[in-house]
């Protein structure tokens, strides 16, 4: 089988080709293929070996992260060449898609899926979709992120912004989630990585208090209202000190159309805008 020498087996590094060749190997095993029995062994065997070198190349990646405490200079590097993929395919040019390096970060990072049932969301949030994980490579140097900020994740879903950003950043990170399930992972995964500086609070964004923060990233948690109200209260802060406002998605048009912000830099599609006084 031509499959047997995909190069990507052969590289442990070729993290896309490995993507493509467990693709390839899906629809051999899909269940109205039905292949033979001898067929099916087969493919699960060399699925086997292809996850089993993505599983290594992750595990690799998390004990350089736990070594070091952050993620250095030369590990940024090396993530992003991972960050690939097809733009057809939701690769490295559409920008809320994902790629390669997004089911990299989640293993290397021990983001898991959480456990029990997750509450419906009231009218005005939106469900929590994370952020794609080649943008944040380079937001702590252009927003200028340092150790003295506490960033504020509102919405923090799984906590791979507020994660990421302490390993690039070393700022203090607080991640406010309303669904319970979503922040106990967050939490095991922090812990696990050895992050004091990282915590998350299960709250409604509307009622938390946001008194400590410096910037604030919103991956369009709310809509309407319900985002026109998290502004307001993001301006009341903008009055007590200056703040900046990192934006993504949907809501983006929106928070640059305050007028107590300005723009002031981009990573990618997320803007990076500072309050006015």
């Given at each position: 089988?031509?499959?047997?020498?995909?190069?990507?087996?052969?590289?442990?590094?070729?993290?896309?080709?490995?993507?493509?060749?467990?693709?390839?190997?899906?629809?051999w095993?899909?269940?109205?293929?039905?292949?033979?029995?001898?067929?099916?062994?087969?493919?699960?065997?060399?699925?086997?070996?292809?996850?089993?070198?993505?599983a290594?190349l992750?595990?690799?990646?998390?004990?350089?992260?736990?070594?070091?405490?952050?993620?250095?200079?030369?590990?940024?590097?090396?993530?992003?060449?991972?960050?690939?993929?097809?733009?057809?395919?939701?690769?490295?040019?559409?920008?809320?898609?994902y790629?390669?390096?997004?089911?990299?970060?989640c293993?290397?990072?021990?983001?898991?899926?959480?456990?029990?049932?997750?509450?419906?969301?009231?009218?005005?949030?939106?469900?929590?979709?994370?952020?794609?994980?080649?943008?944040?490579?380079?937001?702590?140097?252009?927003?200028?992120?340092?150790?003295?900020?506490?960033?504020?994740?509102?919405?923090?879903?799984?906590?791979?912004?507020?994660t990421?950003?302490?390993?690039?950043?070393?700022?203090?990170?607080?991640?406010?989630?309303?669904?319970?399930?979503?922040?106990?992972?967050?939490?095991?995964?922090?812990?696990?990585?050895?992050?004091?500086?990282?915590?998350?609070?299960?709250?409604?964004?509307?009622?938390?208090?946001?008194?400590?923060?410096?910037?604030?990233?919103?991956?369009?948690?709310?809509?309407?209202?319900?985002?026109?109200?998290?502004?307001?209260?993001?301006?009341?802060?903008a009055?007590?000190?200056?703040?900046?406002?990192?934006?993504?998605?949907?809501?983006?048009?929106?928070?640059?159309?305050?007028?107590?912000?300005?723009?002031?830099?981009h990573?990618?599609?997320?803007?990076?805008?500072?309050?006015?006084?």
């Amino acid at each position: 089988m031509s499959l047997e020498s995909d190069p990507s087996l052969a590289d442990p590094a070729d993290l896309a080709g490995r993507a493509d060749l467990l693709d390839a190997l899906e629809l051999w095993l899909a269940p109205h293929e039905a292949p033979p029995d001898d067929l099916a062994r087969w493919a699960v065997a060399l699925r086997d070996r292809a996850e089993s070198m993505d599983a290594a190349l992750a595990a690799g990646i998390r004990a350089r992260i736990i070594a070091d405490g952050h993620i250095s200079a030369g590990l940024r590097d090396d993530l992003r060449r991972y960050a690939t993929g097809r733009p057809a395919q939701g690769g490295r040019d559409a920008d809320d898609q994902y790629d390669s390096l997004d089911a990299l970060i989640c293993r290397a990072l021990g983001i898991a899926a959480p456990a029990g049932p997750i509450a419906d969301l009231p009218p005005g949030m939106v469900a929590y979709q994370p952020t794609p994980a080649r943008w944040l490579l380079d937001l702590a140097d252009v927003a200028k992120i340092t150790a003295q900020d506490l960033v504020v994740d509102i919405g923090a879903g799984l906590g791979q912004v507020a994660t990421m950003v302490t390993l690039l950043s070393g700022a203090r990170t607080l991640g406010i989630e309303i669904e319970p399930a979503y922040v106990a992972v967050a939490r095991s995964c922090a812990a696990g990585l050895g992050l004091s500086r990282v915590s998350f609070r299960a709250e409604d964004a509307l009622r938390a208090d946001l008194s400590d923060g410096t910037l604030f990233y919103i991956y369009t948690p709310l809509i309407g209202a319900r985002l026109e109200q998290l502004l307001a209260r993001l301006r009341r802060e903008a009055d007590a000190r200056p703040i900046r406002v990192c934006a993504y998605g949907p809501c983006v048009a929106t928070v640059a159309a305050q007028g107590w912000l300005r723009y002031r830099a981009h990573c990618g599609p997320i803007q990076v805008l500072g309050s006015t006084r």
